[in-house]
């Protein structure tokens, strides 16, 4: 069943100053994800992803480096952005870069809105500066420095010294959306998810919100204010604002209104921005605000935030070269409570990939698949009459591909895993219970050895056409294995736990390990 609505989903966009890591692999991802089971729902789905790449730590950077900082970005972006989508399998319908032309262009025309309304003033301001979280920051996240940096104000996030700076800047009247974000949380208590998240939210914004500074006027590697091009926009505001200008807004009006608004998926380290200035600025502008923020967790290793900063920053590659792309997938998605923090380590990684992609998934499809072959010549027979038992399993993949859209529909991609390995557990079960192996060896149980192998078969179906969306590689081999007419990815998702879709006489084929077993020696 389709729903006819838009389905809109971003990513952060990332700032490329660093290489990207699992933590970055993660968001990506889940976003897929998300997006893959909407597009293959048969909803109106479109995914965001991009980087933004302007501001005060990215000119220092180009800088150090002696090249421009468009030289700089391009070669970040092209040697290691656009890498990471294709390593992970993901399928982003646009990227959008805070350099291109029509980002640059669509942002001026909104930051000229706001000025029109009478939204933003001139002024000055004085305040402590992270160049890493490219932020003035608030009291909150200002410690005092040891070691190297005793006697200084350092970002409680970075723990890098931070920089006073005074400077004259335009001014966004933050302040007066106090009440209607209030309002807004009130009426749309899942505006902000998960709980936790939107606590927070209300709170910072009832202890008292203050203007925002939405240029800089010290360096000019950004957009022009265009009624004065002595000052840039503030990064973070140009980059807020890329989740409106990727569909349209100001150039393309019929886009923008099929697209907007947008559902957005972000660390919680950059709620406050999403949660609470881009809605506002929205509302200053006359626009819809987001259809939701959905704030993950952290990926800790050792405990500690992910981080290159830190030595615990992990490139993707150094996963999906020994143990896949789909490994990846479905591993940080099941393995982790979307919406909470959650550990990596190697050996949890390495223990679940033997035992449930393995062992699990992996060596049901083999077996089942060989016994066709083996049994039937490698025709999928015909079910007889069911019994209770088989009726059992036909209800495990309804209630299974059910309770996986709830999940998805509700932005928790580990419990849909977690509903769609019922299947799996409920297969392998019963297929040691019935034994094929031995039905076979008497001619007076061909009949039920045939339903058997048809339920396990049509189980594979389901379970294929719902984990496409999370491990779309492993699917496919799986698919094409089955012999399974049409394209897996434009199979109804929403219906894929109707039983009897996988007709009787189709020819199997030989499968290869969906997953091979790995030497991992990291």
């Not at 293959?40 to 965001?48: I, K, R, S």
């Not at 150090?64 to 970005?73: D, I, L, S």
């Not at 723990?159 to 209607?180: I, M, T």
């Amino acid at each position: 069943m389709t729903s006819g609505g838009s389905f809109y989903i971003t990513t952060p966009i990332y700032y490329p100053s660093d290489l990207p890591h699992i933590g970055h692999g993660y968001t990506t991802v889940a976003v897929d994800t998300l997006a893959r089971w909407h597009r293959q729902a048969g909803d109106d789905t479109w995914m965001l992803t991009g980087t933004d790449e302007h501001g005060q730590k990215m000119l220092r950077a180009a800088s150090a480096n002696g090249v421009t900082p468009q030289e700089w970005v391009d070669k970040l972006v092209e040697e290691s952005w656009f890498p990471l989508l294709e390593t992970l399998e993901v399928a982003n319908d646009d990227f959008i870069r805070t350099t291109q032309p029509r980002h640059e262009e669509r942002v001026q025309k909104f930051v000229q809105a706001l000025y029109d309304s009478g939204y933003i003033y001139a002024g000055e301001y004085e305040a402590l500066y992270c160049v890493g979280c490219e932020e003035f920051k608030p009291e909150a996240e200002i410690v005092d420095g040891a070691g190297p940096f005793e006697g200084l104000k350092v970002c409680a996030i970075h723990s890098k010294p931070l920089e006073l700076l005074q400077e004259k800047n335009y001014f966004f009247k933050l302040s007066e959306f106090q009440d209607r974000l209030l309002e807004l949380y009130k009426t749309q208590p899942d505006f902000v998810r998960p709980d936790s998240a939107r606590n927070e939210v209300v709170s910072f914004v009832k202890s008292g919100l203050k203007d925002l500074s939405i240029s800089r006027s010290a360096f000019d590697w950004g957009i022009r204010v265009p009624w004065d091009d002595t000052h840039v926009i503030y990064v973070w505001v140009d980059a807020l604002l890329n989740y409106a200008t990727a569909v349209g807004y100001g150039t393309d009006p019929e886009q923008f209104d099929r697209r907007w608004p947008a559902y957005h998926v972000v660390g919680k380290d950059i709620l406050r921005f999403h949660a609470v200035i881009w809605p506002a600025m929205l509302m200053a502008a006359g626009l819809e605000v987001p259809r939701g923020i959905f704030a993950h967790g952290w990926l800790l290793v050792g405990g500690e935030k992910m981080s290159k900063s830190k030595l615990t920053g992990i490139a993707p590659t150094e996963i999906t070269d020994v143990f896949g792309a789909d490994a990846y997938r479905f591993y940080f998605l099941s393995a982790i409570s979307f919406g909470q923090d959650g550990s990596f380590s190697w050996e949890d990684l390495s223990a679940r990939y033997q035992a449930e992609l393995a062992n699990g998934f992996g060596n049901l499809a083999s077996r089942t698949i060989a016994m066709i072959e083996r049994y039937f010549q490698g025709v999928v027979p015909p079910a007889g009459e069911a019994a209770e038992i088989d009726l059992h399993v036909q209800r495990t993949v309804a209630d299974a591909a059910a309770a996986a859209d709830a999940a998805m529909t509700a932005f928790r991609p580990d419990e849909a895993i977690d509903a769609i390995w019922t299947i799996v557990d409920e297969l392998n079960g019963y297929i040691t219970e019935n034994e094929p192996w031995v039905l076979a060896k008497d001619e007076a149980t061909r009949d039920r050895l045939s339903t058997v192998l048809y339920t396990a078969a049509e189980g594979l179906r389901a379970l294929a056409v719902l984990l496409s969306p999370v491990m779309p590689t492993s699917t496919q081999k799986l698919w094409t294995a089955l012999g399974a007419p049409g394209a897996l990815d434009q199979q109804p998702l929403r219906e894929a736990g109707t039983w009897g879709q996988l007709p009787a006489g189709t020819q199997v084929s030989s499968l290869a390990p969906l997953f091979p077993r790995v030497e991992q020696s990291a």
